[in-house]
């Protein structure tokens, strides 16, 4: 048997969405820039795909502007804010993505900000206390944090910090790349400026995301070259990209309260599998606890044994895979910053299993079996 748990890393593309690409691959070519029927034509899908996705997250078309994935979205989101509005200050947590959290050190590192980094506590929970001392204490501040950890899940009352960041006039961006396609997200309601999205995980294609701008809070554009998506990006956009991120957040958007009990059963069940099959294991942060934490991810922290290091190896040779951490690095066989923050015993082998809508309680047993291998009958 072959079973993917690493759906926070990508998910499978939805064959309908893959459909609903075919035309736009095959037939319809044009460059939605040319004034020409072909151009039109395509400009007319284009035009649609966006309609829709700002219907799904309750805005106007204007503020929704098509990228190359969330990390793209992210950098204009925070480089473009940052200029735009003379930003000296940029509050972010030891624990974003590296899209937010390279950014920022960066742009302290050639002195554009002065970075604050959050407090946190030993299960990744936000000290909003702090967030707001740190915002007392500086002006024209910039904001950046997640709605849900990518690595162990925790969830961010971004209602709450955003109504703090009200309070002192701090431009909040969030990285809700993990949990867009899986929450509804509706921002005429909830207090953000900025948030993004990526295809590629809500069973979309990859290379291809959006950045929602609030149209009182609009910024400059971070690539150059064009006038496409209302001057805010140059460049061809990736049409057939587009048309399959829209068409995939729409059926995120038409199950999403059966998709969640689905997943969050698989979830459950694993967790409490583990507990009866593996002495010692623990969750890491809080994606032990389903009303706290995305629903699609557990980060497992097992006990310390010799072959500790060889559990994601092993896992693969079983056809399981799974993640011991983010895998936006190109492969690179690096620690996890998140874990590190919360003093994970790197003696204790850590796994991100992800799940999905297509995953079934059959694949989670294989799996669970094949772990009461490696701890049990070892």
């Given amino acids: 048997m072959r079973v993917y748990l690493d759906n926070a ?29 072909h151009g039109r034509e395509v400009r007319t899908g284009l035009e649609r795909a966006r309609k829709k996705v700002a219907e799904l997250l309750n805005v106007t078309p204007g503020e929704i502007f098509f990228t190359s994935g969330g990390t793209e979205a992210d950098n204009t ?5 940052i200029d735009t509005y003379d930003i000296k200050h940029a509050i972010t947590s030891p624990l974003e993505h590296h899209a937010v959290l390279h950014t920022l050190e960066h742009l302290a590192k050639i002195g554009k900000v002065k970075l604050s980094l959050v407090e946190i506590n030993e299960k990744g929970e936000i000290d909003l206390a702090h967030l707001e001392q740190l915002l007392k204490t500086n002006d024209k501040t910039l904001v950046s944090l997640m709605h849900a950890n990518n690595e162990i899940g925790n969830l961010n009352d971004l209602q709450k910090i955003g109504e703090i960041c009200s309070r002192y006039d701090a431009y909040f961006h969030s990285d809700t790349v993990q949990t867009m396609g899986h929450y509804v997200h509706d921002l005429k309601q909830l207090p953000v400026d900025a948030i993004v999205g990526a295809g590629h995980k809500f069973h979309g294609p990859k290379g291809t995301g959006f950045l929602y701008i609030r149209k009182d809070k609009k910024i400059h554009p971070f690539i150059h070259g064009g006038s496409q998506e209302r001057n805010m990006r140059g460049g061809t956009e990736n049409v057939y990209g587009i048309i399959g991120l829209a068409k995939a957040l729409e059926l995120a958007y038409e199950d999403m309260s059966a998709h969640q009990a689905h997943v969050e059963s698989l979830k459950q ?19 032990g606890d389903l009303q706290k934490s995305l629903y699609t991810v557990l980060n497992v922290s097992f006990p310390p044994s010799e072959d500790s290091g060889m559990l994601l190896f092993n896992l693969d040779l079983a056809g399981i895979s799974a993640s011991g951490g983010s895998a936006c690095s190109s492969g690179a ?14 003696e204790r082998a850590a796994v991100r299993f992800s799940f999905s809508r297509n995953n079934k309680i059959e694949e989670i047993d294989y799996v669970l079996e094949k772990l009461k291998e490696q701890y049990v009958m070892a």
């Fill in 269 to 287: 069940h694993m967790i409490n599998r583990l507990r009866e099959i593996v002495p010692g294991v623990t969750f890491n942060g809080l994606s």
């Fill in 333 to 346: 066989t690096v620690g996890s910053h998140v874990l590190r923050a919360l003093g994970h015993q790197p």
């Fill in 77 to 81: 989101a925070i480089v473009c804010s």
């Fill in 9 to 37: 890393a990508t998910t499978p593309i939805d064959e309908r969405v893959i459909e609903a690409m075919i035309p736009y691959m095959r037939d319809h070519y044009g460059n939605p820039s040319s004034v020409h029927g």
